[in-house]
Structures are given as structure tokens and as C-alpha cells.
């Protein structure tokens, strides 16, 4: 990944951590990861959201040309990619294996 496309996806990240702290008060939504294509089509988020409610996703997703419209006026590209929001599952891949982990180490 170049150098352009990592500072644009950190440019992503901190505007839309904002953007979500002011439209989703009570809810901790982490940005785990961002992929924009080198052509900046398009940039795929990955993240969490605390309470895991299905329903914050899909409004994330309705929304995304809205957030896309937003970034465009603070962020000055010649091109705004698409946003699309995925939700990361690594986090609950990760805890399900410590809990494994833990039973296991727990066990004689």
C-alpha cells in the first residue's frame, strides 16, 4: 500500500470517528480497518460496533452516501471513493478462540 492511499484511509478513519461520535451517542463504533482501492473507486471500512446490533449496520450502510458527502467537504481529493461498511468479525473470532484457550488451560 502506498503512501497516499495509507494517509487517505487515516484521513477516512478520523473524520468518520467523529461524524459516528456525534450520530450514534452511547455506542463505541471502531474503525478496525480501511481498504481504498488505488484508484479511489472505492474504500471498504471494517468495523465494530459495541452493542452489535444488526440495526447500526444497515443505517451505516443507508447512510454511506451521506458520510460520503460529508467527507468530500472536509476532505479536499480529487476523487471521494464510495464507502462501503463491512462488519468486522475478527474481534468475535479472536474472543471466541480466548475463551477456548482459557477453558483449555483451565482444564487438568
Same mark, same amino acid.
Given at each position: 500500500?502506498?503512501?497516499?492511499?495509507?494517509?487517505?484511509?487515516?484521513?477516512?478513519?478520523?473524520?468518520?470517528?467523529?461524524?459516528?461520535?456525534?450520530?450514534?451517542?452511547?455506542?463505541?463504533?471502531?474503525?478496525?480497518?480501511?481498504?481504498?482501492?488505488?484508484?479511489?473507486?472505492?474504500? $471498504?471500512? *471494517? =468495523?465494530?460496533?459495541?452493542?452489535?446490533?444488526?440495526? %447500526?449496520? #444497515? &443505517?451505516?450502510?443507508?447512510?454511506?452516501?451521506?458520510?460520503?458527502?460529508?467527507?468530500?467537504? $472536509?476532505? *479536499? =481529493?480529487?476523487?471521494?471513493?464510495?464507502?462501503?461498511? %463491512?462488519? #468486522? &468479525?475478527?474481534?468475535?473470532?479472536?474472543?471466541?478462540?480466548?475463551?477456548?484457550?482459557?477453558?483449555?488451560?483451565?482444564?487438568?
Amino acid at each position: 500500500m502506498t503512501y497516499r492511499i495509507e494517509k487517505i484511509n487515516e484521513l477516512i478513519s478520523q473524520q468518520l470517528s467523529m461524524i459516528f461520535l456525534a450520530d450514534f451517542p452511547g455506542e463505541i463504533i471502531t474503525i478496525n480497518f480501511i481498504h481504498t482501492n488505488p484508484d479511489l473507486s472505492e474504500s $471498504k471500512i *471494517y =468495523l465494530s460496533v459495541s452493542s452489535n446490533h444488526k440495526s %447500526i449496520y #444497515d &443505517e451505516l450502510s443507508a447512510r454511506a452516501g451521506e458520510y460520503r458527502k460529508i467527507l468530500a467537504e $472536509k476532505l *479536499y =481529493l480529487r476523487k471521494m471513493p464510495r464507502l462501503q461498511f %463491512i462488519r #468486522d &468479525e475478527m474481534q468475535e473470532s479472536v474472543e471466541k478462540i480466548e475463551k477456548i484457550l482459557d477453558k483449555n488451560e483451565r482444564s487438568p
